[in-house]
């Protein structure tokens, strides 16, 4: 069985600021392990997905984020925050396959201030 | 780009009675699912269905639901005897194969 566990539900930065989101995951076989976020009264849009090629990964928006195995994490980051990238986010993990099922964690609202 | 297009957006229901919910995923997906999100809380996985078949199944996803294909295009949830905990929004993926899912914009459940 995997799960996810997203420190901080709801994180607040200025803008132009370092975004920091943390996800650390748990998985008894090697995961596939993804981003996504959501915008009010909207779906869930995928940022970035980690399946065991590169561990740094590069998504949409300048988001991007580091799987590391031995802390169990993959947190995402991005170094100038923007306003529009106000949102909630959500890491969620897979087995091999991402035709397995997500499990996904808690959610960190992002607020990003003037 | 390919959407998943699910509805209605807000679906408002007498507790007990049935309730469709609807989903045409993307065209040449080949693996669907729904999950759900009640209020505050996480998304969950109900289940997941591929070559017309239940491929898995969460212990949410109990005798109560049921997912059909009726044709090449719409994929469907149905709540037999909806419950008041049955509020949430309902989001509607669909995949290729080794490739993320993509997700719907939901459907917003109220049982009153």
């Known amino acids: 069985a995997q799960s996810v566990t997203q420190l901080g539900s709801h994180v607040s930065v200025s803008e132009g600021a370092l975004v920091l989101l943390r996800c650390n995951y748990s998985s008894s076989v090697p995961p596939y392990l993804f981003w996504y976020v959501q915008y009010p009264n909207q779906g869930l849009q995928l940022l970035l997905k980690y399946t065991s090629a590169a561990t740094l990964v590069k998504g949409i928006n300048g988001f991007e984020a580091e799987f590391k195995k031995s802390e169990t994490s993959f947190h995402l980051t991005k170094p100038s925050a923007h306003m529009s990238d106000a949102a909630e986010y959500f890491c969620a993990v897979s087995v091999k396959g991402s035709a397995r099922q997500l499990t996904f964690g808690s959610g960190t609202q992002l607020t990003v201030l003037p | ?112």
Request: charged share 20%; net charge negative.
């Open chain 2, 1 to 112: 780009e390919p959407e998943v297009t699910q509805t209605p957006s807000h679906q408002v229901t007498q507790m007990g009675q049935e309730v469709i919910l609807r989903c045409v995923p993307i065209s040449n997906h080949l693996y669907f699912y729904w999950y759900r999100q009640i209020l505050g809380q996480k998304v969950e996985f109900l289940v997941s269905f591929y070559n017309n078949e239940i491929s898995e199944k969460s212990e949410i996803f109990d005798d109560q639901f049921s997912v059909e294909r009726p044709d090449g295009s719409n994929f469907t949830l149905k709540i037999r005897s909806t419950k008041l905990e049955d509020s949430a929004m309902y989001f509607c993926a669909s995949t290729v194969g080794e490739h993320p899912q993509h997700f719907g914009d939901g459907t917003r459940l109220s049982i009153l």
